[in-house]
C-alpha cells in the first residue's frame, strides 16, 4: 500500500493551479502557481488577489520580454532549495564560482 502525504498533495495541487500575469506591454502569461511564487513579489500579490484563476497579476512596471525570462529563469531552477543568505560571507563574489553553466549561458546577453 502506498501513502501520500499532505504535504505532497498541496504540493501536487499548487503545481496544477496556474497563474496568470499581465505585463506592462499587456502580454499575459499563465504560469504554473509553483514557479510564479518563486518571485515573492509575484506570491506576496497573489495572497493580496486571492484565487488568481480568475484575475491576473498586473505587473505594470515589467516588460513581456523581462517576465518571459524571468518566467524561465524561475522554471529551469523550480526544484532548487531555497536560498538562504550566507551572514559570514556578505562578498559577492566569492559565490560567484559556484554558478552553473546554463545560468552562465543564460546570463549572456551579447
Known amino acids: ?25 499587456n502580454q499575459e502569461f499563465t504560469v504554473p502557481h509553483n514557479i510564479a511564487c ?13 484565487d488568481a484563476d ?6 505594470p512596471n515589467v516588460s513581456g520580454a523581462i517576465l518571459q525570462k524571468v518566467l524561465e529563469y524561475a522554471t529551469m531552477h523550480k526544484d532548487d532549495p531555497p536560498q538562504v543568505p550566507d551572514e559570514t560571507e556578505p562578498n ?14 543564460f546570463l549572456n546577453l551579447e
Open 38 to 50: 518563486q518571485s515573492q513579489l509575484i506570491k506576496n500579490m497573489i495572497k493580496d488577489v486571492g
Open 54 to 59: 480568475e484575475q491576473s497579476i498586473s505587473l
Open 92 to 105: 559577492l563574489s566569492s559565490s560567484s564560482k559556484d554558478i552553473q553553466e546554463w545560468d552562465k549561458q
Open 1 to 25: 500500500m502506498r501513502f501520500i502525504t499532505l504535504a505532497a498533495v498541496i504540493a501536487q495541487l499548487a503545481a496544477a493551479a496556474t497563474v496568470r500575469i499581465t505585463s506592462s506591454d
